[in-house]
């Protein structure tokens, strides 16, 4: 990793390993799947709550940067960290539900907008899930480690942060309607979550090699290179 005068990061393929690490850890929800007797609604649900630990993750990322950048006063910190962890989690709580409406009536005997009960019924029925959900973070604090490590959250801020994890869901959201016309309308299960599983394996490939949307306005209106 290099530096240049300009400030402008550079990462040489930020692939490698972590790019295999991003691989790797996808392939344990077809896994769970294909040997572990996940259903279709068990793995679209776990996706779901991977945008959860991604709020997690993208708050810690704001509330250091804010401290690391100095870019904020440590109130305005606090009102963005706040106002996204009410907007994002509205934001989940819809896709949530949408999630548990439309594919939990079999398994939930009718959908339920308790959202904490789902995950408790599923994670009892399933005991592998955890596995899935560990996965999950694990790969969020690696994607966090590399970001602190990187420089990455001393170059942006707060705001610019903010906006981060909405694409990646609305995506993701986008895909698993897809999927849901290939699993319900065309009876192609194994279609369906091919998918969803591919699209979030290119997102987590991408954001290991720092190729992710850039979203720091106003460095980039500034004339600066913002990091990736």
Known sequence: MTIERTGALKVPFAGGWQVIAAIALNLIPLIGVAFWGWSAFALIFLYWLENVVIGVRTLISMAISGIVAREMNPWGVLFFCAFFTVHY????????????????????????????????????????????????????????????????????????????????????HITIIFGAFLLLALDEPVAGLVVMALVKTAFDVAEARGQMPNFNFRRAQAGGDPPR
């Not at 596995?131 to 170059?155: N, P, T």
């Open 89 to 172: 989690g509205i934001f989940c709580f819809g896709h949530g539900s949408f999630v548990v409406g439309m594919f939990g009536d079999h398994e939930l005997g009718g959908a339920s907008l308790d959202l904490v009960a789902t995950a408790r019924a599923l994670f009892e029925t399933l005991p592998g899930l955890r596995y899935g959900l560990a996965s999950i973070v694990l790969w969020q604090i690696l994607i966090l480690i590399l970001a602190i490590v990187r420089g990455d959250l001393a170059k942006t801020d707060p705001l610019s942060l903010m906006g981060a994890p909405y694409p990646r869901i609305i995506i993701l």
